[in-house]
């Protein structure tokens, strides 16, 4: 990213997760790619932030608000123990089973 633009820009405010912590002790976060520190957070806080200043590997930014990490619905189906556990209703078939399944179409091979 040396010779490219930063991808934010002071001033911008961004919803992140912060991923890890540095070496001093610092959170870090990313947006679009681009590693941005941010000074009393830990892992896995979930925060606004105000872009305070732009390198060109890096960038510096504070908390402006502690955020509520929004619930992500499930693509699972969900059920109870109870659910799970009840016998299994049969389903009712308006078609009769046939040992000539398939018996007359024609062979053409």
Do not use: C
Not at 37 to 63: C, M, Q, R, S, W
Not at 69 to 93: C, D, G, I, N, V
């Amino acid at each position: 990213m040396s010779d490219q633009e930063a991808p934010v820009k002071a001033g911008e405010l961004h919803s992140v997760s912060i991923q890890s912590v540095g070496g001093k002790g610092d959170g870090i976060a990313k947006v679009k790619g681009f590693v941005l520190f941010v000074p009393h957070t830990k892992k896995g806080d979930y925060v606004k932030i105000k872009i305070t200043k732009v390198l060109a590997n890096a960038g510096f930014a504070e908390v402006v608000e502690k955020l509520v990490r929004p619930k992500r619905e499930s693509k699972f189906a969900t059920m109870s123990a109870q659910e799970f556990h009840e016998p299994e209703e049969e389903l009712s078939s308006d078609f009769e089973e046939t040992e000539d399944f398939g018996s007359d179409l024609d062979d053409e091979d």
